[in-house]
């Protein structure tokens, strides 16, 4: 079952879509139609992160949101979160303290730790951020470097 | 740290690097597998009938694989699918390619497999419950057996002052890499490429050979940036099923495994049993006794290689000089057992640690001190008769030691501060080979492996090269080849890649460099530099540019290429001393102390970790930022290991928690502050004296966090994880 043409705002671009099947999901969506594939595909249930993206600036788990729930809105995916000033900002921080050993979860951290200063605001409490961020796994860093990270981001924000 | 000592991060925080789980190819199908609905029983019929009446299916399954191969078999032990009998529950069948992933699930779904069961054997204690005590050796279910013994053991544990028994059990671990295993299989004519994600090209293409019985000069593989490793990409997994479905289809295809699929298949850890006997007469050690019963699922008899080497890690790194040490690997209807970083040791170090620190206190003596006068140190032999050198652990402990009564003095009531040691074995002698090409504008090393994120390849080969040559990094370029082109190497396993690859490099720029000096008359000696926008080479105070050394065919190619190999010696053990079994030697011995401070919840039994140090024998820290970032990294694996990771397996050889919910990795909130410090000088096998850090950081972890969760409680857990269950249930058996 699909439907006819579906509109979505991607990196800023509008985007039009043919006959996306309506159980599809947003994470599939971006990285085989789309082909944005920095949005990384993990467990696909939600319990990884690693598909995080933004819908409407909010943090997403893109591989439970269906891409016909979200029609009309605004897509941001790691490629395109770089024109976001605290989009570079943070991933500037991950590069400068090495907060990246296999990369696979970084994109999904990125966009999750810019949602949540886009949200809240850098005055956000730093224990607060740290709690938000545990709903992305790591397997390589221990998370040390990416709190470091969220530190630096912090120093720097304006 | 700047970008240029990790030159992957730009890329990576840009989300700019294809993955294995990134790769497409023009007209690409896409794969699934269909599995057995048993563990255990046989194979009456595999119908693909339903799945090929689908539109655009392609299927196969052993049956069709005879034509498929034209004739060819491959290693009859191994086959791609099985024939008669399936071995573990969600063995793959068959297999489906489709258009599209939905349609090639439902596809798989529709494939008709029907198993007559037999009984399945899951539990290793139940098949033998006589277990110590008889003689298992005759058993189907043994995959091996191995036993070793030195001096009068009988008489020791009669005559000594005092003897401590105790039975530990360690649980089933996953690697747990976020990227699942992937590839992308194109077959044309004869030639048979996969691209992959995977810790060792050369090990699939060895695999892909056997299984399908293509020679191997027929197969390419070609890496991809690796989304984790931790030991399960080590062999071939995926690859052998797309191959088979893109020679049927005509196509590409590709095949990933589901996150459910990675557990339900996954080759890992299983559970074992541990019976420790420790005699010991005025404060001294005088005789052990281990038994170990390893559940090594449906590895191949004879080709067991867990049950032999783990077990010389139950002694730990201690002086024993009477001991017996006998070892069963038990087949059970469960996945192979597959490598997880430092396979075993992390749950041998816990098993050891916590026995030794459990007879100290019996005896009524200091743990700490205990261990500290039984340690190895320098000169001393292993049980099986290993020299001993170089190792920095006494050293580690040492420090370790200051940290830990530190924190005793400084913790809050109520908090426990713990201490453990593991050694580790690292260049080992799995070889590598690799060119180095020197160009007027930068040096390239060209080798086989792809960057699994440790750094070891990425930043670890160009230090090595910084430091030969005294050419900065940013003049040096990590090139990776596929199969066909890259020269030879093992793997990035075994903590060996700085090690032994690493070893190949400088063995290749030392040839470069010996060059470069001949062809100078002879100055030594020569190394480089970047001068006024080219590479010089270097001689006392004489600079000219690598390009004057250039011959006329170098010239043209603009590069001077010098090749190194590195095939390391095995270390030797005491055959006299082995009964049975194949034991397996160390090379290169590296240890490290680690000390956790935890609070338990006595009512829960759920235990925080509250600070954590870690004190390492690396022999030279070969970069700093990717050195810590293994130490942190491996800790919280190990943090997982030790308190929550547990897969758990029915009696029937069902695994009952395959996902990330069900099966608990640690969480950014649950993992506190390391400490990284370094013990350098202890110089090991590598390059300049380089030592492996990828593995060494998980191992003594459980065995810190037992420690700590009895300082802080007064609970002995002898089971792994400590899960709040096992703990509340210690404490009230206090």
Redesign the interface.
């Known amino acids: 079952m699909t439907s006819p043409v579906l509109r979505l705002t991607v990196n800023g671009r509008p985007t039009a879509l043919d006959s996306v099947p309506v159980a599809e999901r947003l994470l599939d969506t971006v990285r085989w139609r789309l082909g944005l594939k920095g949005t990384k595909e993990g467990c696909r249930t939600g319990g990884c992160g690693a598909c995080t993206l933004l819908v409407d600036g909010r943090p997403t788990l893109s591989c439970l949101t269906l891409t016909h729930e979200v029609e009309g809105s605004g897509i941001t995916t790691v490629e395109g979160v770089s024109e976001d000033p605290v989009g570079a900002r943070v991933q500037a921080a991950f590069e400068a303290v090495g907060a990246v050993q296999c990369g696979y979860c970084t994109p999904g951290f990125v966009m999750t730790l810019t949602g949540l200063l886009k949200e809240r605001g850098s005055a956000e409490a730093f224990e607060e951020l740290l709690n938000d961020l545990a709903g992305n796994l790591c397997r390589c860093t221990g998370y040390a470097s990416i709190v470091r990270a969220v530190a630096a981001v912090r120093e720097k924000s304006p | ?1 700047t ?1 240029s ?2 030159p ?3 890329a ?8 294995g ?2 790769l ?1 190819a023009p007209g690409m199908l896409w794969g699934a597998l269909v599995t057995a609905p048993a563990a255990h029983g046989h194979l009456r019929s595999v119908d693909l009938a339903p799945a090929r009446a689908l539109p655009g299916v392609v299927a196969v399954a052993a049956a069709d694989l005879g034509p498929l191969l034209s004739g060819r078999s491959g290693d009859p032990e191994r086959p791609a699918f099985p024939r008669e009998t399936v071995t573990y529950r969600n063995q793959p069948v068959a297999a489906v390619a489709a258009p599209t992933l ?1 349609l090639a699930r439902e596809a798989a779904a529709a494939v008709r497999v029907v198993v007559e069961p037999i009984p399945a054997v899951s539990d290793v204690e139940a098949v033998f419950p006589d277990w110590p005590g008889s003689d298992l050796g005759a058993s189907p279910h043994v995959a091996a057996h191995v036993l070793a013994r030195r001096g009068e053991v009988d008489r020791a544990f009669r005559e000594a002052g005092t003897v401590v028994r105790e039975t530990y059990r360690t649980s089933s671990v996953h ?6 295993h992937v590839c992308v299989a194109e077959v044309h004519d004869d030639r048979w490429t996969v691209r992959t994600s995977t810790q060792s090209p050369f090990g699939v293409r060895e695999d892909v050979s056997s299984i399908l019985g293509v020679p191997e000069e027929s197969v390419v593989v070609d890496g991809a ?6 030991g399960g990409k080590g062999a071939s997994f995926v690859e052998p099923y797309a191959l088979l479905l893109s020679r049927a289809a005509g196509r590409p295809v590709r095949l990933a495994l ?2 459910r699929e990675e557990f339900l298949l996954g080759r890992t850890t299983l559970p074992a049993v541990v019976r420790m006997e420790t005699a010991v007469t005025s404060g001294r050690i005088v005789a052990r006794r281990v038994r170990l019963l390893l559940d090594v699922g449906t590895s191949l008899p004879g080709r067991d290689f867990a049950t032999g080497y783990a077990i010389g890690f139950l002694l730990g790194p201690y002086r024993c000089p009477t001991f017996e040490i006998e070892g069963y690997g038990v087949r059970t209807n469960k996945p192979p057992f597959g490598p997880h970083r430092a396979p075993f040791a992390p749950q041998c170090a816990f098993v050891v640690e916590s026995h030794l620190e459990h007879v100290a206190r019996e005896v009524g003596v200091d743990p700490l001190a205990f261990k500290a006068d039984h340690l190895w140190h320098d000169g001393d032999t292993t049980a099986l008769g290993q020299r001993v050198a170089h190792f920095g652990l006494p050293t580690a402990l040492e420090a370790a030691r200051g940290v830990a009564e530190e924190w005793r003095r400084t913790a809050p009531a109520g908090h426990g501060v713990g201490v453990g040691l593991g050694f580790w074995s690292t260049n080992t002698p799995a070889g590598g080979e690799a060119r180095v090409r020197l160009t007027p504008k930068e040096l390239v090393v060209v080798q086989g492996e792809r ?5 070891s390849v990425l930043v670890g080969l160009a230090a090595v090269a910084e430091r030969r040559t005294g050419l900065p990094r940013d003049r040096i370029r990590i090139e990776y080849a596929d199969t066909a082109h890259a020269p030879y190497d093992a793997g990035v396993f075994g903590s060996r890649t700085v090690g032994a690859l690493g070893s190949a490099v400088d063995q290749a720029l030392r040839n470069l460099l010996a060059t470069l000096a001949e062809r100078w008359g002879g100055r030594s000696p020569v190394t480089l530099g970047w001068e006024n926008g080219a590479i010089v080479a270097r001689a006392g105070t004489a600079r000219r540019p690598v390009s004057e050394f250039f011959n006329a065919a170098e010239s043209e190619a603009g590069a001077l290429v010098a090749e190194g190999k590195h095939y390391g010696q095995p270390g030797t053990i005491d055959e006299s001393l082995v009964v049975a079994g194949t034991f397996y030697p160390y090379t290169d011995f590296t240890g490290a102390a680690h000390v956790a401070e935890v609070t338990v919840d006595r009512e829960t039994g759920s235990v925080r970790v509250v600070r954590y140090a870690a004190f390492h024998d690396v022999g030279w820290v070969v970069d700093p ?1 990717s050195a810590r ?1 293994q130490v ?6 190990g943090l997982g290991t030790a308190l929550t990771e547990e897969a758990l397996w029915s009696d029937d050889g069902r695994l009952l928690n395959p ?3 069900d099966y608990r ?7 506190p ?2 400490d990284v410090t370094f013990v350098e000088g202890f110089l090991g096998a590598g390059p300049f004296g380089a030592k492996g850090l990828g593995e060494p950081p998980i191992i003594p972890v459980p065995a810190a966090i037992a420690s700590a969760v009895r300082a802080a409680s007064g609970a002995h857990v002898t089971e792994l994880p400590l899960a709040p269950e096992r703990v509340a249930r210690a404490l009230k058996s206090r």
Not at chain 2, 665 to 671: N, S, W
């Open positions: 740290m970008a000592m990790r992957d991060a730009r990576k925080v840009l989300g700019q690097l294809a993955f789980a990134d497409e939905p690697p747990v890499a976020l990227e699942p940036w690796v989304g984790g490793g931790f589901s996150y960057e699994i994120g440790t750094g930022l970032a942190e990294g491996g800790v919280a694996m996902g990330l919910v990795i640690p969480t950014l909130d649950e993992v502050p390391v």
